[in-house]
């Protein structure tokens, strides 16, 4: 299995992301980075069970983590798989 190698943009992008929000993002830049619009409906999405990428614990903290390096990954890999034509500038799941 080949290991995936970061093009330039993908590792400008962690660059910036570390330097923006350091090694570990959490609360309210954790919920911000994920586009969730409230921390709530970033509670929801972990009650559910359907938060898209791992999270942890820090002890003597509150709240939950996520690495910057998972955070620039999943952000990435839904880009390449969700990528659409700025050409047409309608939503096409409003019909």
Known sequence: MQ??????????FVHELVARHGEVVGGDGLRLVLGFPTIDAMKRAIARGTLPLPTFFVPGRRGRFALTIDIAKYLFEIKNTNVVSNAKLEDPSKG
């Open 3 to 12: 290991k995936h190698q970061p093009t330039s943009g993908e590792a400008s």
